[in-house]
């Protein structure tokens, strides 16, 4: 059974740095393109950023690209997700996603990020 575990969210002030981690147990992987997404309440889902497989493609959310970087270690089962020059905007429940094709075959429970002004 796959598992995706994020970790790393928590209370910051704009401008400031964080780093998540999504754990994935079941599988390897390398049999997953992966991705974050970020939920608001009373919102629809955003694309926040995803990694191919082989991790030749990267596409990011217009809203992060440029303070974002997605990052993924098949040696670790790790994906990161360095979120830098944070705006209170960016306050959401951050989800991590797997897919053997499009990550949105399984996700995590997620991790809060809170970024106040």
């Known amino acids: 059974q796959v598992q995706l575990a994020e970790s790393g969210g928590g209370l910051v002030q704009a401008g400031d740095s964080l780093k998540l981690t999504c754990a994935v147990s079941?599988?390897?992987?390398?049999?997953?393109?992966m991705g974050w997404f970020r939920q608001v309440p009373g919102k629809e889902r955003e694309f926040v950023a995803s990694?191919?497989?082989?991790?030749?493609?990267?596409p990011y959310g217009n809203s992060v690209k440029g303070r974002f970087t997605i990052v993924r270690d098949d040696n670790k089962n790790m994906v990161y997700l360095q979120m830098n020059s944070l705006k209170p905007e960016d306050t959401a429940v951050y989800l991590c996603?797997?897919?053997?094709?499009?990550?949105?075959?399984?996700w995590g429970q997620g991790t809060q990020v809170t970024v106040s002004s």
């Open positions: 996603a797997a897919g053997t094709t499009i990550p949105d075959d399984y």
């Open positions: 079941g599988r390897p992987l390398s049999d997953f393109a």
């Open positions: 990694i191919s497989r082989h991790g030749d493609r990267i």
